[in-house]
């Protein structure tokens, strides 16, 4: 079918399947608007042909004018993450936009909801189905995708299946874990949501999609365990019910504790695909569980390779953050001197220069490295100033270097997980940022043992590290 005239309406842009969607229809050349509540925040996350408006889904007047000349629109919100009453507020939300796209001519509406059978469905399936049926009550047919578990790296079903998995070398798995699903790939489902445009839609439809296995919790719990090289025992027990799971759920893993305690009520639900029509009206061949596990660590690493590592951080915190299974330590100073000057100490770091704070401890830390194999601190470095990539630098290797830039640095030292050093330095109205960011991918228990029981010794290393960074490069050169 040919491509629908007229603009695509995306909500959602901001969220987790919007913000890859959004690209997806960028890529596509779709003349697209967003709506978004701060467009102020968007604006600088879209392509140039991209048009970005602010309005909420509650608000008629501002729904209207992001409404005018749409012809395909895409319903990605919910509110389960706000407080008070979300499942009418998800009513509510729906209500307004269907009749609003029913005053503006709009063809087709297009949702992502939940698969889910049967007279026992958990309040958060029962909203999440209700909202489609809500949404085409104006007249907009509306083009209903119904999906089972998200694994995607950012998708709250998979970030609850890592967070246990990661932290949890045994794990008393109650009855829900045995629950059959049919898991997804994120990119299998902006496969879907981008053709759903094209898919011809008479009337209201939906259409359940999975990927092409059908699995228990259990099982993705240790095909996620297999892929990272985790083990992990798992003690079947009949006493955890899902409420009370919910309690124990957010004493383990970094989940908003609201969203985390819905979503598990949810899973004593099956969810799998009982009519198989998307296989015949979409192109999409959806992949297995363990590819799309793959693909989720794989498309991670690639995402974060591509990012700074301090907008990762999302800004400069006193705290680590959590960015996918990494925690990033970004911090930042600026320094009174161009970025060449301010780099400077940066390329001559390690060796006979040292590491600008506590190099007793970084001389502890290389012992104790070579005790158990590691390269230790015996290394030093090729040149006292020069970098290029692929240079030993004592316990690290340099894996990127731009000069007068940014330095990356990967360890080699013996450590339960994978660890970086980045500096970069940016240009300040005659001064420099400098931001200094420590990544590490922590593996399993052992590895987050490793990190927060050293935080106390590495706060202080880190931050110590960058002030005489900036401190060198402000001095006075000697005559």
């Not at 578990?149 to 990661?166: D, K, P, Y």
């Not at 297999?226 to 798992?234: C, E, P, V, Y």
């Not at 320094?335 to 502890?364: K, T």
């Not at 997980?417 to 940022?433: H, P, V």
Request: with cysteine.
């Amino acid at each position: 079918m040919a491509d629908p005239a007229g603009i695509t309406l995306l909500t959602g842009a901001t969220g987790y399947v919007g913000g890859r969607l959004l690209h997806s229809l960028e890529e596509g050349g779709v003349r697209l608007r967003c709506l978004a509540r701060r467009p102020e925040y968007l604006a600088s996350r879209v392509a140039a042909g991209t048009e970005v408006v602010g309005g909420d889904v509650l608000d008629p007047e501002s729904l209207s004018r992001a409404m005018a000349g749409v012809t395909t629109a895409y319903y990605l919100v919910h509110s389960m993450s706000d407080d008070g009453d979300w499942e009418e507020m998800e009513r509510r939300s729906a209500r307004v936009f269907g009749e609003v796209a029913a005053e503006a001519g709009v063809q087709r509406i297009i949702y992502l909801g939940g698969l889910g059978t049967g007279p026992d469905l958990s309040d958060h399936l029962q909203t999440r189905q209700e909202v489609g049926r809500i949404l085409g009550a104006a007249g907009v047919p509306v083009l209903e995708l119904r999906a089972s578990i998200i694994i995607g790296s950012g998708s709250l079903s998979f970030e609850m299946i890592r967070s246990l998995v990661e932290k949890l070398p045994v794990m008393t798995t109650p009855s829900w874990v045995r629950v059959q699903a049919q898991p997804i790939s994120i990119e299998d489902v902006i496969a879907y949501l981008t053709e759903a445009r094209t898919v011809p839609l008479p009337q209201s439809r939906v259409y359940e999609i999975g990927g092409s296995e059908v699995v228990s919790y259990g099982e993705i719990m240790r095909e996620y365990a297999r892929q990272r090289g985790l083990h992990r025992l798992m003690i079947p027990v009949p006493v955890l019910t899902p409420a009370i799971s919910s309690l124990w759920l957010g004493l383990v893993t970094p989940l908003y504790a609201r969203v985390g305690r819905k979503l598990i009520e949810g899973v004593r639900n099956p969810t799998v695909v009982q009519d198989d029509a998307a296989l015949s009206a979409f192109a999409v061949r959806p992949r297995g569980v363990s590819d799309a596990i793959r693909r989720a660590l794989a498309n991670e690493d690639r995402e974060f390779a591509s990012t700074r590592w301090s907008d990762a951080n999302g800004h400069s915190s006193k705290r680590p953050r959590r960015y996918g299974r990494r925690i990033v330590d970004s911090q930042k100073v600026r320094v009174n001197a161009p970025p060449a000057e301010a780099f400077a100490p940066v390329r001559s770091i390690g060796g006979d220069v040292g590491w600008y704070y506590g190099d007793a401890l970084w001389q502890i830390r290389g012992l104790l490295d070579r005790l158990v194999g590691g390269p230790g601190l015996r290394r030093g470095r090729r040149d006292p100033v020069d970098l290029r990539p692929g240079d030993a630098l004592d316990f690290w290797r340099v894996e990127a270097y731009e000069p007068d830039q940014m330095l990356q640095l990967r360890a080699e030292m013996k450590l339960p997980g994978r660890a970086w050093l980045q500096f970069e330095a940016e240009a300040d109205n005659g001064g420099t940022i400098l931001t200094q960011t420590a990544v590490f991918d922590p593996t399993g228990l052992a590895g987050l043992i490793y990190w927060y029981a050293l935080l106390p010794i590495h706060t202080p290393m880190f931050r110590g590290m960058l002030r005489n960074v900036a401190r060198a490069a402000e001095a006075p050169v000697a005559a």
